[in-house]
């Protein structure tokens, strides 16, 4: 099929076929290898991408499923060579060891400060918990967010 | 068949065909029996995943069944099938005895005797990436493999060997790893695809096992059965042991006669015992492939030993940590392996501070607060972990740096880098010595042809021993820079010059010379340094068994930590969660607090995997748990926030007083945990993980489905 879609926020248009998975379509075709696999079945989140904003799993999505959607990878999330506030938490927070999980780890927490800007720390891991990491126990990725989450807004005076 | 590109049985393996560090008894692609359900008989090369499985579902396989090996017990009976026929000692890959004082005979006179028996589950690496890598066969004749292995340099031998190729045909490279944790040290994917590329010259060849693929064949922690009988005086003195382990290896070695003998030298722990029996054997059966996994044999060990601790602690009427300060080997002392501790050792500190923790001093009030329905406990353990490769295989590394024509300083590490940032380490030791900062440095990952041979990236010993080849390197090429630099600039002495980020700089007079111009001035070979470090050797001789010192016992360095974990246990359900989990450990001094407490975050949680919730089931040789809707790993719900802190007994034979850290925090989790469990409900679980199913049983629950404790 004819494929539309925008894609790190330019517009891409190709033929794939409609069953393609989406994780392959951007692996293999596409060559944004920060979509990471981890089990293909939906159970570890590293090929976490954000279909509109919100995060999806790529390993159980088919190509026509993004017809029309603005898709995120982490390849699009730092803007102008600036490192998104999650992904520089992450790195300051030393909550990246392998590295495998962490595309989707900070995909999926984005989503999440999208929906809620200031989670409590078990909001947070409830947040993650569809996202596997076996190297880090979770505790600096938790910080991590909690780091990248807005502070608070300074009240205004009446 | 279109598309498909080679179909390869082991009559296109060209060289030995068999994989192995210590006994190579692995084939490439099976040539007389399939010995476990995850044996490769044939491999397939295709253009894309949709031919590839399509051609596998036309290959028709006869086999011949056999009776199979399916469990220690009927492995070690007289008329058992063979899994080896060649092996001289049968079903046994390894055994080993250490005995001292009376051994188990001194039972008898101590006042207390407690004992234990304990299964021990299956465990899984579940490293997020799976095994993968690929190759290609140059026009030159070189076979160059790219794969997320631990052992670049060991690696390229076997491969060569089992293929049949020159070594210097063979290059092996180690980019990062999407995690490792033992189960890539050692070959997986790398023959197959020496093989698949030698089928297609020229032409690029990838493997990536699925997870279940993974599951089914790469290697997996140790099933372990064991028994302990401990014996104490009145006064909490231990004094006698007999420990007997049994770890299930599965049909080939693949390093599991080393993780047996490591358990065997820990097996009692980091106490004075006078009188010890302690009995260890690793047997081959024909189910999955048990090999390396961090803390390689000592968590069995452990699991055990600091049960059976708690238990006398109970019968004594003694605090916990008390009974193990009591009986700590200090520096100077014999270990219970029989072995006298030479290294650092800052355990008694450790304990001391675990004891003035909150959780420590808190866990009575905490505890009575438990609801309706809840019961919560707190248990400890403490163990220490050796590090490196033993006192007969030489554990050394060689690192290189070198100042590039650019004026920028290049580390060639020779250590993999699985995800625990030794990496990042380099360049900070590199930097350090060098006075540089990130900006002016490079990094070349392991690679045969480029970087120099280290080494494993395991035992802990990663950045032990090759940070300090790399301390020799840097301070080497430092004398030369600096010296090279005095005679350019027409002073007397190299001492008259610092050297600085990107430049020396002459302090007297103020003038500078860029690296960039000193390298100009310079030959390749001023530029480049190398250094050589070989880790220090216990001089001690706890046994005359040339195969178990082998095999690697006993160690020389120890890294040492005690553990707390607080547990609420949900009386309906069975559910323990989580919710204190401390650690403080002597890893010698910390280069970089926040990559230590990774590691010890890391492998705390792996541990409380390893206590509640991961089994790999097999049945009849078969796996029951192929994915991870199967085989439930740790998610941020079931993981605490986690409380690291360290006590830095500088050790003088590591770099700038380190010791490792990779293992340690590994081996204290699970019998911690099932020691909270057994405070919150005096009861104690003989078979691991602590699922809820077999919480009620333990707990007596008639609704305990078939869980049995």
């Known amino acids: 099929m004819k494929l539309r879609f925008t894609l790190n926020g330019r517009p891409v248009e190709l033929e794939t076929p409609s069953d393609r998975r989406v994780v392959d379509l951007l692996r293999e075709d596409l060559g944004l290898t920060g979509v990471k696999e981890g089990c293909g079945q939906g159970e570890c989140g590293a090929c976490t991408i954000l279909v509109d904003g919100v995060s999806r799993l790529s390993c159980l999505m088919l190509a026509a ?78 910080d991590a967010v909690e780091q990248a989450a807005q502070p608070p807004q300074p009240e205004e005076e009446p | 068949m279109p598309g498909v590109e080679a179909v390869l049985t082991h009559a296109q393996v060209r060289g030995s065909n068999r994989q192995g560090v210590i006994r190579k008894d692995q084939p490439v692609l099976v040539d007389d029996k399939v010995r476990h359900c995850g044996d490769a008989v044939a491999l397939v090369v295709a253009r894309d995943q949709g031919t590839l499985a399509a051609a596998l579902g036309l290959i028709e396989l006869e086999l011949e069944p056999l009776e199979p090996v399916l469990d220690m017990t009927r492995a070690l009976e007289p008329d058992a099938p063979l899994v080896h026929e060649d092996h001289p000692t049968g079903n046994i890959l390894l055994a080993g005895e250490l005995v001292s004082g009376r051994g188990q005979a001194a039972l008898a006179d101590c006042a207390q005797v407690v004992e234990l028996a304990l299964e021990l589950p299956r465990q899984e690496h579940a490293f997020l990436e799976t095994e993968a890598g690929w190759a290609i066969l140059t026009p030159e004749g070189t076979l160059e493999i790219v794969a997320s292995t631990q052992t670049p340099f060991r690696d390229r031998t076997e491969v060569a060997e089992a293929l049949g190729l020159e070594l210097e045909q063979v290059r092996v490279s180690a980019p990062y790893l999407g995690g490792g944790f033992g189960g890539k040290d050692g070959v997986t994917v790398q023959s197959l695809l020496g093989l698949a590329a030698l089928a297609c010259p020229g032409r690029p060849v990838k493997m990536w096992w699925s997870r279940e693929e993974s ?28 420990a007997d ?14 993780v047996m003998t490591l358990g065997l030298e820990h097996a009692g722990g980091p106490y004075r015992i006078e009188h010890v029996r302690l009995r260890a054997r690793a047997v081959y059966t024909n189910n999955p492939v048990s090999g390396p996994f961090r803390g390689f044999g000592v968590p069995q060990a452990a699991a055990a030993l600091e049960q059976a601790m708690d238990l006398m602690a ?19 002392q014999r270990v219970a392996s029989g072995a006298r501790l030479d290294c650092s050792h800052g355990l008694e500190e450790c304990l001391q501070k675990l004891a003035g923790h909150q959780w420590w001093r808190g866990r009575g009030a905490w505890k009575a607060q438990a609801g309706p329905f809840k019961r919560r406990g707190v248990g400890v353990a403490a163990v220490m972990h050796g590090l490196g490769y033993g006192p007969v295989v030489p554990d050394v590394a060689n690192a290189k740096i070198e100042l590039t024509p650019q004026g920028k300083i290049r580390v060639y590490s020779g250590v993999a880098d699985m995800g625990q940032g030794n990496a990042s380490t380099c360049l900070q030791i590199a930097g350090q010595v060098l006075n540089q900062g990130l900006e002016n440095m490079e990094l070349v990952l392991p ?44 002073v007397a002495s190299a001492t008259e010059l610092a050297l600085l980020p990107g430049r020396v700089r002459h302090s007297a007079s103020g003038r500078e010379l860029p690296l960039a111009r000193l390298a100009a001035l310079m030959q390749e070979s001023e530029r480049v340094a190398v250094g050589r470090h070989r880790a220090p050797v216990s001089q001690e001789r706890p046994t005359a068994d040339e195969a178990l010192r082998l095999h690697g016992l006993p160690h020389a360095v120890f890294s040492f930590a005690t553990q ?81 802190l360290w006590v830095q007994a500088h050790e003088p034979s590591g770099p700038f007083g380190l010791k490792g850290v990779g ?45 049995r404790p």
């Open chain 2, 245 to 258: 382990l049994c770890y299930d290896t599965g049909p080939y070695d693949h390093l599991g006669g080393v």
């Open chain 2, 447 to 490: 690679d045969t042809e480029r970087t120099l041979p280290s080494g494993s990236a395991s035992a802990s010993r990663t950045t032990f021993t090759y940070g300090q080849a790399l301390i020799a390197a840097s301070g080497q090429l430092r004398r030369r820079l600096l010296e090279r630099a005095a005679d350019l600039l027409f």
């Open chain 2, 663 to 707: 293992e340690v925090g590994m081996d204290g989790p699970l019998p911690a945990i099932s020691n909270a469990v057994a405070d919150a409900c005096g009861l104690r679980a003989q078979r691991f993980p602590l699922t809820p199913e077999r919480v009620l049983a333990v707990l007596g629950r008639p609704w305990a489905a078939g869980g």
């Open chain 2, 564 to 644: 707390l974990a607080a547990v609420e246990l949900d009386e309906l359900t069975g559910q323990v969660e989580l919710k204190g989990f401390v650690s403080v450990c002597d890893c010698g001094r910390l280069l970089n607090q926040q990559l230590a407490e990774q590691q010890m975050q890391g492998a705390m949680a792996q541990g409380l995997g390893y206590a509640l919730c991961e089994d790999f089931a097999v049945a009849g040789g078969r796996v029951q748990t192929p994915d991870l809707s199967t085989y439930l790993l740790p998610t941020s719900l079931d993981a605490p926030d986690m409380d690291s």
């Open chain 2, 314 to 332: 109970q019968r004594l009427g003694l605090d916990p940590i008390e009974l193990r300060r009591r009986n700590l080997a200090r520096r100077g």
């Open chain 1, 65 to 142: 499923q993004l017809t029309g959607s603005s898709i995120t990878t982490i390849e699009g999330l730092a803007a102008r060579g600036r490192l998104h506030p999650v992904q520089e938490a992450f790195v300051q927070q030393g909550a990246v060891q392998c590295g495998f999980c962490t595309p989707g780890m900070v995909l999926a927490a984005v989503d999440l400060l999208g929906r809620d800007p200031q989670p409590r720390r078990e909001e947070i891991r409830d947040g993650l918990s569809g996202n596997l990491c076996r190297c880090t126990g979770y505790q600096k990725i938790v």
């Open chain 2, 215 to 242: 599951f089914l064949a790469g290697v997996k922690r140790h099933p372990a059965r064991l028994h302990y009988r401990l014996g104490a005086e009145s006064d909490g003195r231990l004094r006698a042991l007999d």
